[in-house]
């Protein structure tokens, strides 16, 4: 469990440059930093689609998990969760970004191969060199992200916490049913979901991506589900 409070502490450290940052930026380079944080998400989520070896799995995981999510209110549980936070902690007055902040982070730092992969070895192996690698650049694009966002940035440690804390402590029991394949399309499906909040950041799209979160467990599922099914 250690590298996993090392991530959460660098992501804290970084978040709160990016606040300092981001009280010295003035209204006129506001849009600068959003569209910054913007093509950040992006990019970074092109890379983690890209990942992806079966498309039907990311298509339908999409669309599947994007309708249950839409059922179940995920994303305004996410901003009830995210104001419940911001009343308690932060003194800004847009929750949205708040909320924004704490989404975006969490899926950023925990659905890619190096939080799966890494929270394995650290549990099984003892070994924390992918997670102090991943958690120095988390710590990096923390910065940005806060500059953007705000607080709610740091408060994606409480969900590395819960994510990596867990694969971490439980490691053993599930890594066999963990393969490349599962690894693979998480990657990217969370890759999809940051390729929306990017377009959601630069002005193209307002997307609700919380409702999206259920694609990721959509996508565990049909990953083992194929395996079973000769001509898939």
Do not use: W
């Not at 995920?74 to 009343?87: A, D, R, S, V």
């Not at 003194?91 to 924004?100: A, H, I, P, R, Y």
């Not at 923390?142 to 607080?151: D, K, L, Q």
């Amino acid at each position: 469990m250690i590298a996993t409070f090392v991530n959460m502490a660098f992501v804290i450290v970084g978040s709160l440059v990016g606040l300092f940052f981001k009280k010295i930026i003035t209204k006129r380079y506001e849009n600068i930093v959003f569209s910054s944080a913007g093509i950040i998400s992006f990019s970074i989520g092109i890379k983690m689609v890209i990942v992806a070896e079966d498309i039907l799995i990311l298509a339908l995981s999409i669309m599947i998990g994007g309708i249950l999510g839409t059922f179940l209110g995920i994303e305004n549980k996410i901003e009830h969760f995210g104001n419940m936070l911001k009343k308690k902690f932060s003194k800004e007055d847009d929750t949205s970004n708040f909320t924004l902040g704490f989404m975006t982070a969490s899926i950023l730092f925990c659905t890619g191969a190096m939080s799966i992969v890494g929270s394995f070895q650290a549990g099984t192996d003892g070994n924390y060199d992918i997670i102090y690698t991943k958690s120095v650049m988390d710590g990096f694009v923390s910065i940005v992200m806060a500059s953007a966002y705000g607080i709610g940035v740091a408060f994606s440690s409480l969900f590395i916490l819960v994510y990596q804390g867990s694969l971490t402590l439980f490691s053993l029991k599930i890594e066999p049913y963990v393969s490349e394949a599962v690894i693979s399309e998480i990657t990217g499906v969370g890759g999809a979901v940051l390729l929306m909040i990017g377009l959601n950041l630069i002005g193209v799209t307002k997307i609700k991506t919380g409702d999206f979160i259920p694609s990721l467990f959509i996508a565990v599922f049909f990953v083992f589900s194929f395996s079973y099914i000769p001509f898939l």
